[in-house]
């Protein structure tokens, strides 16, 4: 094993196991920087795939976005919000019932797929970004225009519901 694999089962395992800390933490503070270093480490592990725009794009998206949304949201509502949360033991089985469940349906269907090989020629040793581009500003013009358009509106809508009306 070379030192690439390395990092990559590295990345893998830390991923791994921030995203079990996000989940069993008690403070959301804690839980969401937890959440910043699962977020990072895909990140890394897209870069290891030669997926560099999907890495930038989670780091830009997820960590610089989302989770600053999370964070503020978080800090927003901590002294507003007094409640004491607990966890029975039959939420516990219930829940580890349930996710056990949805990863054998998950593995089931994952197995039983008969998985296509892409068409679409990809010379291991460049990124997507050149594909990714190319195939948005062919193939799918019109959605992302439309998505743009979306986002756009939603903009306008969302500043005009936040602003002061201004009285004479």
């Not at 600053?68 to 607990?86: A, E, Q, W, Y």
């Not at 033991?89 to 996710?99: D, H, T």
């Not at 306008?156 to 002061?164: D, F, N, P, S, W």
Request: aromatic share 12%.
């Amino acid at each position: 094993m070379d030192w690439t694999q390395t990092l990559f089962w590295f990345f893998f395992l830390i991923t791994i196991g921030s995203a079990v800390c996000v989940v069993t933490v008690r403070n959301l503070v804690h839980a969401a920087f937890w959440l910043m270093i699962t977020l990072f480490c895909v990140a890394a592990l897209y870069v290891f795939l030669k997926a560099d725009f999907l890495a930038a794009t989670q780091v830009v998206v997820y960590v610089g976005g989302i989770l600053v949304l999370v964070l503020f949201g978080v800090m927003m509502t901590s002294g507003k919000l007094d409640m004491n949360l607990r966890t029975e033991r039959g939420q516990l089985v219930l829940g580890g019932i349930v996710s056990a469940g949805i990863f054998a349906i998950l593995l089931l269907v994952v197995n039983q797929t008969e998985w296509e090989i892409s068409q679409i020629p990809f010379d291991a040793g460049e990124g997507t970004t050149k594909l990714i581009g190319e195939a948005i500003m062919g193939d799918f013009l019109l959605p992302f225009e439309a998505a743009s358009i979306i986002l756009l509106i939603a903009l306008i809508g969302a500043v005009l519901i936040t602003r002061k009306e201004i009285k004479e």
